[in-house]
């Protein structure tokens, strides 16, 4: 599989100049064709580059047009396939879920929140940032009734129980963190009551190792998930500017440096899945959704961290070593391996789409080289040929939880339009779309 270097090219030698009497009137004119050349090669490129723009532009469209298509803002009954606009408007004994995928409490809707509010300002698109506002509210409207008739199920076992049952970072930190970008827009205080609890649990109940790094008490007590880098840096980074406590902001540094730490194998240049800390070693699997997740969040702090913490040019330097190894991992087709090291696994949608997010957003910022903006491209095109005319996309692997065997990821199944890749999707094309001629 082809691999390719953004920092391989090397500029031609310029030639000597003869003498500085004889060489000006040369050199001189040597310029003035140089920028004659130069504007010609812009002309060129300017319309191409607009085309594609309006290209992008023209499938985010259909694919944020889908999504609000299907939110129905309703909930069906399991057992008779009836739709209520609310749980009140229901008999007693329906077995509710919302109608649509795209309104209940799971952390993949919390990346679609985020993913939709982007797209919203970039395309000045208010529907899209009506959607958001209304699946927030939707969660907060129902999920009382969801509480009372399930307190004693698995909060798995129905809709919006990560609403109110806080036991992982993914229950809150994705959901927690478009909430407060909700708030920012349509104020609400049980928001606000709502991410500062989120925000209490983290701080004081979550399940941490003595070094203060985030842990699962699953499978084995304590794993640490690569996932679990976005499902909480993102929140602290916004309940940071929230509150104006910089103790969140110095946690999700925490986290990122940590992570580093029990994850990333330096030969490699990628993350490993998991981390076992009963038998003080890594899982088997360099899974391309965790390292999307990972190189998610790092960017994300670094787009809110003052330029002035001490822990910034660590935290660069972090980010730069990733996306160096997940470059030399892209194939010829712009898209990334399932496994990202295993070229016989297969090419996946979703860590795609986060790895050509984070390519794209790492050169608008300045974190890294101008010269991986072709890759991000490169990605995004790979990304665009698995969206349907319909804007459903293909090949986004399921929910995966950690696996010692790596047989269990090469078998991960790919529905089509799973949620878990669609806000990924609509960052990738939202930075790309950004990015300088």
């Known amino acids: 599989m082809p691999r390719h270097s953004p920092a391989g090219d090397t500029a031609p030698r310029s030639s000597p100049i003869r003498s500085r009497l004889s060489g000006g009137a040369e050199l001189g004119t040597t310029c003035r064709w140089a920028f004659v ?33 299907d939110a129905t803002f309703q909930f069906v009954d399991e057992g008779t396939g009836r739709h209520y606009p609310t749980p009140e408007n229901a008999p007693p004994d329906a077995r509710l879920r919302p109608a649509s995928a795209y309104t209940d409490w799971r952390y993949w809707n919390g990346v679609l929140n985020l993913a939709m509010l982007r797209l919203a300002d970039l395309l000045r698109e208010p529907r899209y940032a009506e959607f958001v506002r209304r699946n927030v509210a939707f969660g907060f409207d129902a999920y009382p009734y969801f509480e009372r008739m399930h307190r004693n199920e698995s909060k798995w076992d129905y809709p919006f129980g990560q609403r109110f049952v ?37 701080t004081e ?17 304590w794993t640490l998930w690569a996932d679990d880098l976005f499902m909480s840096v993102p929140f602290l980074a916004r309940m940071a500017e929230l509150s104006g406590d910089r103790r969140y902001l110095d946690d999700a540094a925490r986290q990122v440096v940590s992570f580093h730490n029990y994850l990333f194998d330096e030969r490699a240049a990628l993350m490993r899945h998991n981390w076992y800390s009963d038998v003080q070693q890594q899982g088997v699997a360099f899974w391309g959704r965790a390292n999307g997740w990972a190189v998610l969040a790092q960017v994300d702090l670094l787009d809110r961290l003052p330029r002035d913490h001490p822990q910034r040019d660590t935290l660069l330097a972090l980010l730069r070593r990733h996306l160096e190894g997940l470059a030399r991992r892209q194939g010829g087709d712009g898209l990334w391996h399932q496994l990202l090291d295993r070229e016989d696994s297969y090419l996946e949608t979703s860590a795609s789409a986060m790895i050509t997010y984070a390519l794209a957003r790492a050169v608008n910022r300045g974190y890294i080289e101008r010269g991986y903006a072709a890759l991000a491209r490169r990605g995004w095109e790979g990304v665009r040929s698995r969206i349907r005319p319909d804007g459903q996309i293909e090949g986004i692997c399921a929910g995966t939880g950690v696996s010692d065997s790596l047989a269990d990821y ?18 990738a094309g939202s930075e790309v779309l950004r990015l300088p001629p």
């Not at 580059?49 to 944020?64: K, P, S």
């Not at 927690?176 to 649990?201: F, K, M």
């Not at 090469?410 to 960052?427: C, E, K, M, Q, S």
Request: neutral net charge; proline residues 6%.
């Open 37 to 69: 050349l130069a504007v010609a090669l812009c002309c060129q490129a300017a319309p191409a580059h607009a085309q594609a723009g309006r290209d992008t532009e023209r499938v985010l469209r259909t694919v944020a047009d889908a999504v609000i298509s």
């Open 410 to 427: 090469y078998r991960r199944p790919t529905p089509l339009n799973d949620v878990h890749g669609i806000g990924a999707v609509l960052f």
């Open 205 to 221: 109940r979550q399940n941490r190792l003595p070094d203060g790094t985030f842990v699962r008490a699953f499978p084995r007590r």
């Open 166 to 202: 806080m036991e992982e970072l993914d229950d809150y930190g994705a959901m927690g963190a478009s909430v407060i970008e909700t708030h920012a827009r349509d104020p609400d205080d049980r928001y606000l009551r709502y991410v500062q609890q989120a925000a209490d649990y983290a």
